[in-house]
């Protein structure tokens, strides 16, 4: 079973009651796996080996190897024209622990944190495991998911110690424009808040401009960027992501990494060095993307055209349609994979807002997603008729 799909919902006896059901069946098409469906490119893997071969395979620095954490500021400072340090660059053991790191750093017991919704499970699950309160944000009614500043505004109270931005958005694939950045970056400066910004979809984006909380660097000391190479290398197994903390956040951060990590797999962070320097890589990157871009478009046309509603995201690896039934997201998407054999995620998993909706990934041929897409229609059909 999917790893994600267990977190994605706190209790994922569901998805193990129709995967029971399903088994692995070459039938059922697996639309619930939230990773990119390429292999990793040859020339990553020939560098591994290279890498392995050179005897890279110790501990490095806790921090993650310099040259790494130079290169992705370089890498941010070109595109955004901010002054990040490689010592604000920490790498780390994927996404999911810059993540845990980053609150864990911040919040204390009684604390609140605002999460607009739907959004990624673990800020939720994160903040309230660290004893957290959790503020959750419904997205602009009627907005195809448009971040709510207002909303955010009305949250924000006086234990708010961190908002969190995700863009593109897990897992409606909303991009947050500028001015909506730039508002929520002004509210957490008056209320001295965090804004962390989890940033792992950037290059997922279709044709909109993207704005990235390294933009506002120079501008507010308390943002927090958390960023993983597992999407666009397609090295999720690798375990590789990184931060990036303004220099006061740095020791507590080191801190945590140097007891639960000690540092980031070695022989990921030199493959992510060369994938980082390699405008060869950096295409296969962008074709990879475009490929995405397609799959979208193919899977949100029949969907619509079969009936089943869904807002055309402007980024992300996933679609996130309205459920035309009048049943829970749950039910729904536990009766679709056990009598269609289309493995989806229930909207009820990412909080306020994602109820009446399920996730679906990109991750398949426009000719497998375009079955998936006769599969749910055909559902819907039978389940209204009954």
């Given at each position: 079973?999917?790893?994600?799909?267990?977190?994605?919902?706190?209790?994922?006896?569901?998805?193990?009651?129709?995967?029971?059901?399903?088994?692995?069946s070459?039938?059922?098409i697996?639309?619930?796996?939230?990773?990119?469906?390429?292999?990793?490119?040859?020339?990553?893997?020939?560098?591994?080996?290279?890498?392995?071969?050179?005897?890279?395979?110790?501990?490095?620095?806790?921090?993650?190897?310099?040259?790494?954490?130079?290169?992705?500021?370089?890498?941010?400072?070109?595109?955004?024209?901010?002054?990040?340090?490689?010592?604000?660059?920490?790498?780390?053991?994927?996404?999911?622990?810059?993540?845990?790191?980053?609150?864990?750093?911040?919040?204390?017991?009684?604390?609140?944190v605002?999460?607009?919704?739907?959004?990624?499970?673990?800020?939720?699950?994160?903040?309230?495991?660290?004893?957290g309160?959790?503020?959750?944000?419904?997205?602009?009614?009627?907005?195809?998911?448009?971040?709510?500043?207002?909303?955010?505004?009305?949250?924000?109270?006086?234990?708010?110690?961190?908002?969190?931005?995700?863009?593109?958005?897990?897992?409606?694939?909303?991009?947050?424009?500028?001015?909506?950045?730039?508002?929520?970056?002004?509210?957490?400066?008056?209320s001295?808040?965090?804004?962390?910004?989890?940033?792992?979809y950037?290059r997922?984006?279709?044709?909109?401009?993207?704005?990235?909380?390294?933009?506002?660097?120079?501008?507010?000391?308390?943002?927090?960027?958390?960023?993983?190479?597992?999407?666009?290398?397609?090295?999720?197994?690798?375990?590789?992501?990184?931060?990036?903390?303004?220099?006061?956040?740095?020791?507590?951060?080191?801190?945590?990494?140097?007891?639960?990590?000690?540092?980031?797999?070695?022989?990921?962070?030199?493959?992510?060095?060369?994938?980082?320097?390699?405008?060869?890589?950096?295409?296969?990157?962008?074709?990879?993307?475009?490929?995405?871009?397609?799959?979208?478009?193919?899977?949100?046309?029949?969907?619509?055209?079969?009936?089943?509603?869904?807002?055309?995201?402007?980024?992300?690896?996933?679609?996130?349609?309205?459920?035309?039934?009048?049943?829970?997201?749950?039910?729904?998407?536990?009766?679709?994979?056990?009598?269609?054999?289309?493995?989806?995620?229930?909207?009820?998993?990412?909080?306020?807002?994602?109820?009446?909706?399920?996730?679906?990934?990109?991750?398949?041929?426009?000719?497998?997603?375009?079955?998936?897409?006769?599969?749910?229609?055909?559902?819907?059909?039978?389940?209204?008729?009954?």
């Open positions: 079973m999917d790893k994600e799909m267990q977190h994605d919902d706190g209790d994922d006896s569901w998805v193990m009651k129709y995967f029971d059901n399903i088994g692995n070459e039938k059922v697996n639309l619930g796996i939230g990773e990119p469906d390429f292999d990793m490119f040859e020339p990553l893997k020939e560098e591994a080996e290279r890498v392995i071969r050179r005897g890279l395979n110790k501990y490095t620095m806790t921090a993650g190897i310099v040259e790494l954490r130079e290169a992705i500021a370089e890498a941010y400072n070109g595109r955004w024209g901010v002054d990040i340090g490689p010592d604000n660059v920490i790498v780390t053991p994927g996404a999911s622990s810059a993540l845990f790191m980053s609150l864990a750093s911040i919040i204390r017991p009684g604390d609140y605002v999460i607009p919704t739907p959004s990624f499970p673990s800020f939720k699950a994160l903040t309230q495991i660290l004893g309160n959790v503020v959750e944000v419904e997205p602009l009614p009627e907005s195809d998911f448009q971040l709510d500043v207002g909303g955010v505004r009305s949250a924000l109270r006086e234990k708010s110690v961190a908002v969190i931005l995700n863009s593109p958005t897990n897992p409606t694939g909303t991009v947050i424009d500028e001015l909506a950045f730039s508002e929520v970056v002004d509210l957490c400066r008056r001295g808040a965090y804004l962390i910004s989890d940033e792992v950037e997922f984006v279709y044709g909109v401009e993207y704005t990235s909380a390294a933009k506002y660097w120079g501008e507010y000391d308390r943002i927090v960027i958390v960023n993983s190479f597992s999407k666009t290398l397609a090295m999720t197994g690798w375990r590789l992501g990184y931060m990036i903390v303004p220099q006061h956040l740095k020791s507590r951060v080191i801190r945590l990494q140097a007891y639960i990590n000690a540092c980031a797999p070695s022989v990921a962070q030199y493959v992510a060095l060369y994938a980082l320097k390699s405008s060869e890589v950096q295409k296969m990157i962008d074709e990879k993307v475009s490929e995405y871009w397609r799959r979208r478009d193919v899977l949100h046309r029949a969907l619509n055209t079969h009936g089943v509603s869904v807002h055309l995201p402007k980024g992300g690896i996933y679609l996130f349609p309205r459920i035309p039934l009048p049943i829970d997201s749950e039910t729904f998407c536990n009766r679709l994979a056990k009598e269609a054999g289309v493995v989806t995620i229930p909207g009820k998993a990412f909080g306020k807002g994602g109820e009446k909706h399920f996730r679906i990934t990109l991750s398949a041929s426009p000719e497998r997603l375009l079955e998936a897409a006769e599969k749910i229609a055909s559902f819907v059909e039978r389940a209204r008729s009954n």
